[in-house]
């Protein structure tokens, strides 16, 4: 579904999107992030970011944040430098880069995102969960609110939260 929708935002002409899951939990009022994309605008340039998520990070079933640092391995893949995948720094108070991030439950993707995206999948085709895919193309700019906006419910059911699938993470 997310690759319709990304497919679709493309096809329409959209420049910037919000995605989001049935999974998420409003805990500030979403109306802050219009003023969160001109900021980040401002700090970085309209395309200086492809997907900006409106919250830390990604939580588990009991609501901690859980850090994403590697890459699950693909057969046909290899990124061309897996240490941006451990990226996480302070850019302002209110946003950090990152260079991976599990969860696509709400986002919000440029146009030039949908791209890298799009380009990606239909290169190397889809291998894992969307997830775990959508940071791997090499030039994917990635970045987060320091605060939570709208997140994940935390115990909501997940289609792939209980597979074992394997990560890459030292370097």
């Known amino acids: 579904s997310h690759l ?6 493309w096809d329409s002409g ?9 999974d998420i939990e409003v805990i500030e009022n979403p109306h802050i992030l219009s003023q969160y994309i001109k900021e980040l605008d401002s700090l970085v340039g309209v395309n200086g970011w492809d997907i900006l998520f409106t919250d830390q990070d990604t939580k588990d079933q009991k609501g901690q944040y859980v850090k994403c640092l590697g890459y699950a391995p693909r057969p046909n893949f290899t990124p061309r430098n897996i240490e941006r995948f451990q990226e996480q720094h302070l850019i302002s108070s209110d946003f950090r880069k990152i260079g991976a991030r599990y969860g696509a439950y709400s986002m919000i993707v440029r146009r030039q995102g949908m791209k890298k995206i799009l380009d990606f999948i239909k290169q190397y085709k ?26 994940t419910l935390p115990n909501a059911l997940s289609d792939n939260g209980s597979p074992n699938y394997k990560t890459s993470n030292s370097i």
């Open 4 to 9: 319709s929708i990304l497919q679709d935002a």
């Open 126 to 151: 889809i291998f894992l969960p969307y997830d775990m895919e959508y940071y791997l193309p090499d030039d994917m700019n990635l970045f987060a609110v320091t605060h939570d906006v709208v997140s």
């Open 14 to 22: 959209y420049e910037t999107i919000w995605v989001m899951e049935d």
